[in-house]
Structures are given as structure tokens and as C-alpha cells.
């Protein structure tokens, strides 16, 4: 059933050119190669205080344990987990230390890779139980092959809750997270689970508990988490 929704499906803010899928994902359809080095994720992630970031990367961990770590599978093993862009490392800093996950992490810019996880080059080499896109789905370009060629049990996902479709188009142009260019994908709750039911994902969780540590400046929802499996 297509999303109801205050947006055209399709329009243009200041050249960066939009997309309405009927699954109610916004693309962004013009945008080019972004760079993602080593500055970026200085400039991205270092300025936050350590105590919030540590704060989120536990809250990060209770939650993938808490809803994926008792899964029916019958594996007498680790969860073989995937940080997939880990950026500073924080999450994997966390995970390293749990003796229930085999942590592994994939980053394009070089940046050092927490001791104690190993470095993934092609994800698509494994099988794993749980692949994390912590603050990373929204930039990812084909990000619909990189959900079909994963060879995974489950994604877990969270990113910045978009409110487009109840609030309008001029909510949206002013947007603290729309960054043309660098956020190429914009979901809320009901289109986040209905895109990835297309790539075989099934929704079993949805939530904000990230908005414990990073506070909404507005009233709404500020990140968005969700829990996939793959049926």
C-alpha cells in the first residue's frame, strides 16, 4: 500500500534533485561521490564528546545483544557480527570486549580498526549473523545491492528519523540531517520497513532508544532504530 505522504514524488531543493519511492524512501537522485577519508571522520566524529559517544556505542551494544543474542539459531558460538562503516570505531570498541561476539568492521577511509576485531575488505566474502549500519544506510548510494548481496541473519540500522512525509516539503528543505550530497536516503519508521521488506528483510523492531543520548533539539524523533531479518 503506498505511504501517504506531504511530498511530491519527486522535486528539487537549491539542485539537489529527489525522489518519493512508493515504499516512501526519499533519494536523493543527482548526488555525486562524496569523500569519505580520514578528515571526514575527524571532523564527524571526534568533535563529540568521548562520554557521549561511549554512552551510545554501550547502548548500541545492549541493544543488538538484547534482541539478536538469544536468536533460535542454535549457534554454540560468537555472534559473527559486522560493523559496516565503523567511522571512529567507537561501536567496536564496545563489542571487542564481549565475549558472546566476533567483532569485524568494514571502513573505506583507513581509519585504524579497533584491536581485538578484524578487518573486513568485501562483506560479501562472509556469512554473518547480525551486519550494524550504525549512522551509515543514509549514505550509501546502491545501497539496495549492498542489501541484496549481503549474506547476513539480520541488519540493525539506525539513522536519522525523517519526518517529511507528515510535516511537508519546507520542513524538509530546512532539516538539520538532509545534507544534500553526503545523506542520500531519508526514511521514517513505516517506509524504513517497507523498503527493506523488498529486499527480503522482515521488521521485527522499531524504536529511538538512541534519543536517550542524542537528544531531539525539536520535539520529534531524532534517530531511528530498526531490527531486519531475513526471511
Known sequence: MPIKSALPSEFEINGSQYRRHESGAIEQINAGEYLYDRNYIAARYETYPKEQMTACAYLRLGLVLS????????????????????????????????PN??????????????????????????????????????????????????????????LPWCHAHAKGLEWFKTWKHRRPGEHIWHFDAESLRDFLWQYEFNTVYIGNPED???????GLSNILTVIAGRF
Open 67 to 98: 534482541k539478536t543474542g538469544n536468536d533460535g539459531s542454535g549457534r554454540n558460538r560468537p555472534l559473527n557480527l559486522l560493523d559496516y562503516g565503523y567511522g571512529n570505531g567507537a561501536f567496536l570498541r564496545a563489542a571487542v570486549n564481549h
Open 212 to 218: 536517550a543520548v542524542r537528544r531531539p533539539t525539536d
Open 101 to 158: 561476539i566476533a567483532a569485524n568492521g568494514l571502513e573505506i577511509n583507513g581509519w585504524p580498526i579497533p584491536e581485538g576485531a578484524r578487518q573486513v575488505t568485501n562483506p560479501c566474502f562472509d556469512e554473518w549473523d547480525t551486519v550494524c549500519f550504525f549512522d551509515v544506510a543514509e549514505h550509501i548510494q546502491d545501497l539496495p545491492n549492498v542489501l541484496t548481496d549481503l549474506r547476513t541473519r539480520r541488519v540493525v540500522i539506525s
